[in-house]
Structure formats: structure tokens, C-alpha cells
């Protein structure tokens, strides 16, 4: 637990529209090794500074949180791009009996307040933001995650076309587990490592599979796995967004990690948005780059090292 009087922060809010405290710790999902705002004590931050997730269940979730472990009286500033939430901030904090001071920057609205000894709405919103079985699914999932409450066209078509894998692998991107769930039904394969930059994914993706062949590891696949080496499979729903925004080098950067472990021979086995170039970049790194099958807005490829 955090010790009583520590400055929180959450996400990557604009130093130029908000103070940043000098040692502030990090409680984001999406930053790996950040500390998880679920487990602070009542009242054990001195403040917050938040920039705030763009789903409506999901931000009014971590608002709670925030709210809930700030002492009563501490400072508490919430922003968030105007198309992001942004105009929603002031409101949304009113029903937690907050008295606001809002103003705008830079397209953002930036809400200030102080904790309030009582707060309401906490429960219903801690309540439909959280851990979740999804019905439909059979699922465990948090708003927040990535197609958290349905299978994304990307991920099915995959499933679609997807062989019966062997020996060791990883899922890079795992989300929920759907894929690895899917691969593990084959006998044959050894182990698993499901990879994910959302703490809430690995999470969800824990109480959604029971094989004692997974691993699960939360990380930023922009950065080295050393102990990801010689793998004979990679499966992928390659990312083209970071926070919101396209990034078509994000879903390169897991292509290239693919070919990085994988042994010769090795094959990844990707979903990608048809209007990505991934063919030129795949070439120089895979031996074979096949695609296997197109439809609507994907493509499905496999590429053998």
C-alpha cells in the first residue's frame, strides 16, 4: 500500500495543463509496473492528477477510485480532451458530490476539486466499471480493455483460419485470451506466454484461462522481452492505435518482435487492418509471407521466419 501522503498520478496528463508533483507515483494500467489504484487504502493520497480514459465506464471507474483513496480535502484534478470525455468532467464529478472548478485549455477541460469527506456514487460506479463476467462470452472483462465485451471481426476472422499449433509460443497482444484459449485446445502446444500492455487484460485473461501451460506478463512489446527466445509460434491481433490515436508504426514494432523470437522455421500468425503496408515490412524479416485469407476490413497473414 501507498503510504499516507504520496501524490498520485494517472496516465500522461499534459504538463503544460496540469502541475505534475515531483514523485508522484503512477497508478495507470496501461504503464507497466505502475502500482494498481484497486488496492490503495481509503484516504492514503495526499492528491490526484488524471488524465481521464475516454470510455464513459472506464473513466468514471478510475475517477471513483481516485476519489476514494485522495484524503478528504486533498486536491483532486481531472482532464481530459473535449472529444475524449472532456465535457462530461464536471458533471460526472458532481455526482460524486464534488464542487468543481473548471477551465479550458488547449481543447481539454480541466476539472479541479477538492475530495469531499462524504462522496456518492462511488459503489455503482466502482460496480459497473470493474471485473465482469461477461454474458454471451463466459468471459472475465473491465471496460477499458480492448473490445471488452464483444469479439472484434480481427480476432474472429483469425480464429477462422488459424491452425493447430505446436510447441512453444506467444500471444502478443492477448487481450481477454480468446486467442490463447483457442491455441491451448491443441494438444501439442507446450506453453503459451500471453503478452499485454493493460494490467486489466493480463488480469482478466488470469481468470479466463486454467492451463498450467500460460504465462502471463504484463509489458510494452515496444520494448526487449529477453525471455521470449526461440519460440516455434506468434499469433496476433496487431494494434494500430496508442491511446486513442492511429500509430501504423505500433503494429509494425509487434511484427518485429514476432520475428525477433521466433526460431527459424517459426511462424507468426497475424490479423491486420487491410490499409496498413505490412507486406513490404514483413518481407525482409520472414522467409514465406503468406496471406491466407481477406475480408471486409482484415487481412489474415502467416509469415514464417
Not at 481521464?52 to 483513496?69: C, D, N, Q, S
Not at 480481427?154 to 512453444?168: F, K
Amino acid at each position: 500500500m501507498t503510504a499516507t501522503g504520496a501524490a498520485g498520478i494517472y496516465g500522461t496528463p499534459p504538463a503544460d495543463l496540469a502541475e505534475l508533483p515531483g514523485g508522484a507515483i503512477q497508478f495507470s494500467p496501461l504503464m507497466p509496473g505502475a502500482s494498481a489504484l484497486e488496492h490503495q487504502n481509503e484516504g492514503a493520497l495526499a492528491s490526484m492528477t488524471m488524465l481521464a480514459p475516454p470510455g464513459t465506464l472506464e473513466r468514471r471507474y478510475a475517477i471513483a477510485l481516485a476519489l476514494r483513496a485522495v484524503t478528504p480535502g486533498g486536491a483532486v484534478t481531472v482532464l481530459a480532451a473535449k472529444d475524449r470525455g472532456g465535457t462530461r468532467l464536471r458533471k460526472e464529478l458532481e455526482t460524486f458530490n464534488c464542487t468543481v472548478n473548471e477551465t479550458a485549455r488547449r481543447h481539454h477541460r480541466i476539472a479541479i476539486c477538492a475530495r469531499p469527506s462524504a462522496l456518492t456514487g462511488i459503489d455503482e460506479a466502482l460496480s459497473q466499471g470493474g471485473p465482469q463476467l461477461i454474458g454471451g462470452l463466459d468471459l472475465w472483462s473491465q471496460p477499458g480493455v480492448f473490445s471488452w465485451d464483444r469479439v472484434d471481426p480481427g480476432t474472429a476472422l483469425l480464429l477462422q483460419h488459424l491452425p493447430a499449433l505446436n510447441g512453444r509460443g506467444a500471444d502478443f497482444g492477448c487481450g481477454l485470451g480468446i486467442l490463447a484459449r483457442a491455441i491451448l485446445t491443441s494438444e501439442k502446444v507446450a506453453q503459451v506466454a500471453l503478452v499485454d500492455i493493460d494490467r486489466r487484460a493480463i488480469e482478466a485473461a488470469r481468470r479466463n484461462i486454467e492451463d498450467a501451460r500460460i504465462s502471463l506478463t504484463w509489458a510494452d512489446l515496444r520494448e526487449p522481452l529477453p525471455e521470449l527466445a526461440g519460440l516455434d509460434f506468434v499469433v496476433m491481433n496487431a494494434p494500430f492505435h496508442d491511446g486513442g490515436a492511429e500509430d501504423k508504426l505500433l503494429a509494425l514494432r509487434f511484427v518485429k518482435c514476432a520475428a525477433a523470437v521466433l526460431r527459424k522455421g517459426g511462424t507468426c500468425w497475424l490479423v491486420a487492418n487491410r490499409h496498413l503496408p505490412y507486406e513490404a515490412e514483413m518481407k525482409p524479416l520472414f522467409k514465406h509471407v503468406d496471406l491466407k485469407a481477406q475480408t471486409g476490413g482484415y487481412k489474415v497473414y502467416e509469415a514464417r521466419r
